[in-house]
C-alpha cells in the first residue's frame, strides 16, 4: 500500500509537514491533491521548494491522482497524501485507492466552523464528510505533530455547535 497516512490540512506544505510528519513517515513522496491549486504554478513551485530534497512531489488534481495510483505509478513509494477538503480523500477511496488513517491536521475556521482544538475547526458539513470517510472503515484521527496524542475524531463533534 503506498499511502503511509493521509492528512487533512488546508496549509497543505509548511514547516510541521516537511518536518516532524516527514521525519515520522520517512515518505518517498509527498502527494498533495487538490483540483484548484493543481492548476497555480506560483503556488506548485513555492510548495515544491520547501519539500526535503532527494523527496518527490506531485501536486495534481483528483482525475490524475486516481488515475495515477490505477496505473500502480507509486506502488513502490512511501506516500504521504495531503488534501485540503476531506471530499478528497472519499473521492479516492471511492476509486479504490487504499487509505490506511486519515489525520485531520489544520481545517481553519470559518463561517459554520467551531473551533475543536488549537488548529481545528469542525462545521456539520465536516462532521458528515469525515463520517463518510469512517464508514468505509478508515479510521480518522486528530494530531497536530506526531509527537501529539492521536485522538479519535468522534471525540470533537460533540463540540461542534
Sequence with gaps: ???????????????????????????????????????????????????????????INTETAIDHFKKGQYDDQRVFLIVKDPKT??????AGVEIPKVDVGIIFMA????????????GKEDELKLKEIQKRDVPVVLQYVPRDTEEPIEKYYQLIK
Aim: glycine fraction near 6%; charged fraction near 30%.
Design 1 to 59: 500500500m503506498p499511502v503511509v497516512l493521509a492528512r487533512v490540512d488546508e496549509r497543505l506544505v509548511h514547516g510541521v509537514v516537511v518536518t516532524d510528519w516527514f521525519a515520522e513517515l520517512n515518505p518517498k513522496r509527498f502527494m498533495i491533491v487538490d483540483d484548484d491549486i493543481s492548476q497555480d504554478d506560483t503556488r506548485k513551485e513555492t510548495m515544491r521548494m520547501a519539500k526535503p530534497a532527494g523527496t518527490g512531489m506531485s501536486i
Design 89 to 94: 480523500i472519499i473521492k479516492l477511496i471511492d
Design 111 to 122: 463561517d459554520g466552523r467551531t473551533k475543536v482544538s488549537s488548529y481545528v475547526a469542525l
